[in-house]
Structure formats: structure tokens, C-alpha cells
């Protein structure tokens, strides 16, 4: 029953369906990411030797996190329901497992920041991992509370890569019956039905990702190829991100930067401007761009 209803429902969050994912038989585990490239010297003259080196790594705790929605509902009324009680539950879990998706899909861009949708008690997210001094472009938007980001992400094992505990468990059991209580404690026989998962998120470098902040809606400062250009430059050669992440905004922004203005009409003396609108962008320099309703636009320029 859950693969059935996550296949409906996770094909507009392309974070889940585009990401990397593992899942291992325990609940955490350390990983180490590489912080700095090897610093000793490479090159040396005869009778000398080289100055010796290393790379520099943190060593990070990889969480995984209980992921556990239940919905209940008087007994009385799914019965009565013009479709049947199957129908009526099959409606409730739906919506359930939706809105799962949805905040697993901010809980991965802004972790255990619940303003724009992450929440504390969840795994943390690009946000919370990524170099805010090196790899972010500032699109340079001035007007508060309507920024917004686009995220280029590089996933793999030893990059961004969704981690679910427990042997991956996502467990959706049969609705079951029993007494529920109404708000002022008063009881009913209800239906009840939970879903249990243990997933997490795992940056295993902080050069695996680069953000595009501060676009607005002030002129000139939404997204732009220039800045998308800005960003891929932060990212070491052979890295190449997989995609880039950005809701419908940013990319009406881009396409809107895209447009060009061609000249008709008649002789020298009568012409005319026409706007020539750009296709949606599908695609940036090769990489493919993925929208999400899960980026804000209302970031503040403080985030």
C-alpha cells in the first residue's frame, strides 16, 4: 500500500526522486567529510624532501530521524462515506503520505529551520551543511522577506545522498480500530493509521553544493544564466552538480531573462518591437534544472 501511494504522490518532488539514497541497519553512523585538499608540497629537487601533507576532514554524525504521521477519523463517518470506508481511509493515507513528502522535502533545503518550513525535531538540511563563505553566489536582492535560493547539487555516495534507517523501513500498516478521543477528551471509535520511516541526509562534502541566494523580486536581481554561471565556477573541476533545484519563481525569472527583443516592420523609417518570450528552461549549461514547491519564496535576506 505505501509504494502505491508514494508512487502517486512523489513525482512532484524531484529532491526524492532525482536523489541519491542508502539505507543502512542501524540508526547513525560517522562519516568523514573533506573540508580542505591535501596541503604538503608536490614537486621537490634531488638531496631535498617534500614538505608533508594531508587533506583536512570533519568527522560528522549522519542521524537518522523518526518520520511518524497518523491520521484518525470517526468510525461513524467513514462508514457512511458515498464510496464506502475503503475508499475514505485510501483518501486519508493519500493525504498523509503527501504531506510526509512535503516536509520531507523542505526538511532537506532548510533543515531544523522551522521558519521556511524545516522543523527541529528533523534531520539537517543544505542549509546546515553547506559553505556559506565559498560556495554561494549573492544574487543581491535588497528587498526582505521575498528571497528566495537555487540550490546546485552534486549526489552520490560521497556527495548528497539520502540515508533511511533501519533497513530503510517505511512501514504503513492496515488501518486499524479503536477508541480515539474528540477535543475535550470525550471518546469514539475511530480508524487509526500511522506511517513509521527513519530518514536522514548525508553531505559527505561541503563541495558537493553551491547556493544561488538573495534572488527577489526587485529588478534585475532574479535568476539569471549569469548567475548560474557564477555558481558552477565554485564547484571543483571534474564536479559537476546533477541538477539544479529551484521553484516556479526562480524559473519564470530565468526565462524571463532569456527573452529577447527582435526588430520588424517596413523599410528604415517604420519598426516595430516585438518581445520573443524563451522557452521554460529545461536545462542550464547542460545540467537539468528540477522545480520544487519546497524552496520558499519568502526567505528573509538574513538566511
Same mark, same amino acid.
Given at each position: ?20 539514497? =542508502? ?32 587533506? &583536512? ?56 529551520? #522551522? ?5 527541529? @525535531? ?53 488501518? =486499524? ?29 561541503? =563541495? ?10 526587485? #529588478? ?8 548560474? !554561471? @557564477? ?22 525569472? @530565468?526565462?524571463? !531573462? ?12 517604420? &519598426? ?23 524552496? !520558499?519564496? &519568502? ?5
Amino acid at each position: 500500500m505505501v509504494a502505491g501511494l508514494i508512487d502517486e504522490t512523489v513525482k512532484a518532488h524531484p529532491e526524492i526522486t532525482l536523489g541519491d539514497a =542508502r539505507t543502512i541497519q542501524g540508526l547513525n553512523y560517522k562519516t568523514l567529510v573533506r573540508t580542505g585538499l591535501f596541503n604538503g608540497s608536490t614537486f621537490r629537487t634531488g638531496n631535498t624532501g617534500a614538505t608533508v601533507g594531508k587533506a &583536512t576532514y570533519e568527522n560528522r554524525n549522519v542521524e537518522t530521524y523518526i518520520l511518524n504521521p497518523r491520521w484518525e477519523c470517526d468510525k461513524a463517518i467513514a462508514d457512511a462515506y458515498e464510496d464506502g470506508a475503503q475508499s475514505y481511509i485510501a483518501i486519508e493515507a493519500e493525504s498523509m503520505v503527501e504531506k510526509s513528502l512535503v516536509d520531507l522535502t523542505k526538511q532537506f533545503y532548510y533543515g531544523t529551520n #522551522a521558519t521556511f518550513g524545516g522543523n527541529a @525535531l528533523g534531520f539537517p538540511g543544505l542549509l546546515d551543511a553547506y559553505d556559506s563563505t565559498n560556495n554561494v553566489v549573492d544574487a543581491g536582492g535588497t528587498t526582505d522577506s521575498v528571497a528566495s535560493s537555487v540550490w546546485l547539487v552534486k549526489f552520490g555516495p560521497k556527495h548528497v545522498q539520502w540515508v533511511w534507517g533501519q533497513n530503510g523501513q517505511l512501514v504503513l500498516p492496515d488501518p =486499524r480500530i479503536e477508541t480515539i478521543y474528540d477535543s475535550n477528551q470525550k471518546p469514539l471509535t475511530g480508524y487509526v493509521q500511522d506511517l513509521t520511516a527513519r530518514p536522514g541526509l548525508q553531505v559527505g562534502s561541503i =563541495r558537493s553544493l553551491v547556493r544561488i541566494k538573495k534572488l527577489t523580486t526587485d #529588478a534585475g536581481k532574479g535568476l539569471s544564466d549569469a548567475l548560474i !554561471s @557564477l555558481a558552477l565556477a565554485k564547484f571543483e573541476v571534474g564536479i559537476v552538480p546533477d541538477v539544479i533545484l529551484m521553484n516556479r519563481r526562480s524559473r519564470q525569472q @530565468l526565462q524571463a !531573462s532569456r527573452s529577447v527583443t527582435i526588430f520588424s516592420g517596413a523599410g528604415s523609417k517604420a &519598426t516595430a518591437a516585438m518581445e520573443n518570450v524563451a522557452p521554460v528552461p529545461e536545462s542550464a549549461f547542460g545540467i537539468p534544472i528540477a522545480v520544487t514547491d519546497s524552496i !520558499s519564496s &519568502t526567505e528573509t535576506l538574513a538566511l
